[in-house]
């Protein structure tokens, strides 16, 4: 067993910061680069796709950053895990093996995590009385049944615990909760058992920081952006990690950004629901038990973290058609700018309902006065310049696209002083909505397959 292991965060979104992964392998010492890909909106999208071509449906970023890290990482014996397989991870592992035999590359292990992908056993789970129910509104599904695209279960670490034993240089997933990412080569490193609950749950911890990626080192900081130093060469956060649970944020030596207690709390807290019990497919971390010491410059320990039994269920991420949509912009300036743009959409709108055309939603909003507080906005006075911003949302494709057109023509048939459609009419795009869902364990196994070049 190691004393300890440094796993280095190297994205936290699909379309994060794309030095970042090299950053981490050539500034310093680490063991494993992390890379988070995936959000419910990022597999819709990856879905999409899919659809329009079958080899696709993964980060197509990932076939760069391998590119230009899987040579050093070998040479180093860094392995990457990622999620980054979305909804293929065959396609990706292929990908990268066919650049590995363009380089003449050999004695690669690439390990796919599969069994995610559940959309084909739908029918045999309604048969068997279980129903993949809207679990937040209790909603039946049949009301999506027909509309149903992707479903997709979160598993957890064990199965990369697995592939990593089988000798992985990189590990492919595809749908797997953030943090079990980073929890994965912890349970690996130091033998610990799917019982250990507390040690599990640090872990759990450990990930939840690492999977914004820049976001713990100083990047979207609320609390002190201005003091944070050299943001341009931002250093991605790093989780030394120990056998007994203890972790150590912190980044590589000279490299921008900030690591404090304040860094680290902010992403703590974000998107976790009920502190006391943030549930994850591995086990159920007690956020209220998270100690924070600063031991230092830019490291900062976490220690005393609790945990509880794993759920006994699956958290399942479907995707289902939801119509269409189409947002339109322009740009009004002073004077009067806001009071403009109020009008433009309210002539916008009357058209609209002369045509007769029926939207399921249609939301404007004034960005650079309300975008972001909505109605919560107080300010009287008008800014030089107003942007409007027109959603809209409905089953009829022909309806958002005539919405399409009736927007542009404003630019000669509205108030004036009217910039911003250079781009032209707004098209119909399709939308995929999320549906959460639950589906009990034991219906599902993930299947770990390792080849070598």
């Known amino acids: 067993m190691r004393e300890k292991i440094r796993i280095a965060a190297g994205q936290g979104f699909w379309g994060d910061l794309p030095t970042a992964p090299l950053d981490q392998i050539t500034k310093g010492p680490i063991d494993y680069l992390?890379?988070?890909?995936?959000?419910?909106?990022?597999?819709?999208?990856?879905?999409?796709?899919?659809?329009?071509?079958?080899?696709?449906?993964?980060?197509?970023?990932?076939?760069?950053?391998?590119?230009?890290?899987?040579?050093?990482?070998?040479?180093?014996?860094?392995?990457?895990?990622?999620?980054?397989?979305?909804?293929?991870p065959k396609g990706c592992r292929d990908a990268i093996f066919r650049w590995c035999e363009k380089k003449g590359l050999r004695g690669i292990?690439?390990?796919?995590?599969?069994?995610?992908?559940?959309?084909?056993?739908?029918?045999?789970?309604?048969?068997?009385?279980?129903?993949?129910?809207?679990?937040?509104?209790?909603e039946a599904v049949e009301k999506i049944r027909g509309r149903i695209l992707s479903a997709n279960v979160y598993f957890g670490a064990w199965p990369i615990v697995q592939a990593l034993q089988q000798g992985a240089h990189i590990v492919i997933t595809g749908r797997t909760a953030d943090a079990s990412l980073t929890l994965a080569p912890m349970a690996y490193?130091?033998?610990?058992?799917?019982?250990?609950?507390?040690?599990?749950?640090?872990?759990?911890?450990?990930?939840?920081?690492?999977?914004?990626?820049?976001?713990?080192?100083?990047?979207?900081?609320?609390?002190?952006?201005?003091?944070?130093?050299?943001?341009?060469?931002?250093?991605?956060?790093?989780?030394?990690?120990?056998?007994?649970?203890?972790?150590?944020?912190?980044?590589?030596?000279?490299?921008?950004?900030?690591?404090?207690?304040?860094?680290?709390t902010e992403q703590l807290v974000y998107e976790i629901g009920d502190p006391r019990s943030y549930i994850t497919p591995d086990c159920i971390a007690d956020f209220t038990t998270i100690k924070l010491i600063e031991e230092g410059v830019n490291r900062v320990r976490i220690t005393g973290v609790r945990g509880q039994p794993a759920p006994e269920s699956y958290k399942v991420s479907v995707s289902y058609s939801d119509g269409f949509m189409a947002v339109g912009t322009l740009t009004y300036s002073w004077p009067g700018a806001l009071e403009?743009?109020?009008?433009?959409?309210?002539?916008?709108?009357?058209?609209?309902?002369?045509?007769?055309?029926?939207?399921?939603?249609?939301?404007?909003?004034?960005?650079?006065?309300?975008?972001?507080?909505?109605?919560?906005?107080q300010r009287e006075n008008s800014p030089e310049e107003v942007m409007l911003r027109v959603a809209v949302r409905s089953n009829s494709h022909k309806a958002v696209e005539v919405f399409g057109k009736e927007i542009v023509a404003l630019v000669l048939n509205g108030p004036p002083d009217v910039t911003g459609y250079a781009r032209g009419r707004p098209k119909p795009s399709e939308?995929?909505?999320?549906?959460?869902?639950?589906?009990p364990k034991s219906l599902v196994s993930p299947e770990v397959v390792v080849e070598e070049i």
């Open 34 to 88: 992390v890379m988070d890909f995936l959000a419910e909106v990022t597999m819709s999208i990856m879905q999409k796709q899919r659809r329009k071509n079958p080899e696709l449906g993964y980060a197509k970023d990932l076939l760069t950053i391998v590119e230009q890290v899987l040579s050093q990482c070998v040479e180093k014996g860094i392995r990457v895990i990622t999620n980054g397989g979305g909804a293929n």
């Open 109 to 138: 292990r690439i390990a796919t995590v599969l069994g995610d992908d559940i959309l084909g056993k739908i029918t045999e789970f309604e048969k068997r009385s279980i129903k993949l129910d809207n679990m937040e509104t209790g």
């Open 189 to 264: 490193e130091f033998g610990w058992s799917q019982s250990d609950w507390n040690k599990l749950a640090a872990g759990v911890v450990a990930g939840h920081v690492l999977e914004c990626g820049g976001q713990a080192s100083g990047g979207n900081f609320s609390a002190g952006w201005r003091d944070v130093p050299d943001l341009a060469h931002i250093g991605f956060p790093i989780a030394e990690a120990y056998p007994d649970g203890d972790v150590i944020i912190t980044k590589h030596e000279g490299s921008g950004g900030l690591v404090n207690v304040a860094t680290v």
């Open 340 to 377: 403009k743009a109020k009008k433009a959409d309210e002539i916008l709108r009357t058209r609209l309902q002369d045509l007769g055309l029926v939207f399921d939603e249609i939301r404007t909003e004034f960005p650079g006065f309300d975008s972001t507080h909505g109605e919560l906005v």
């Open 431 to 439: 939308v995929f909505a999320f549906w959460p869902a639950l589906v």
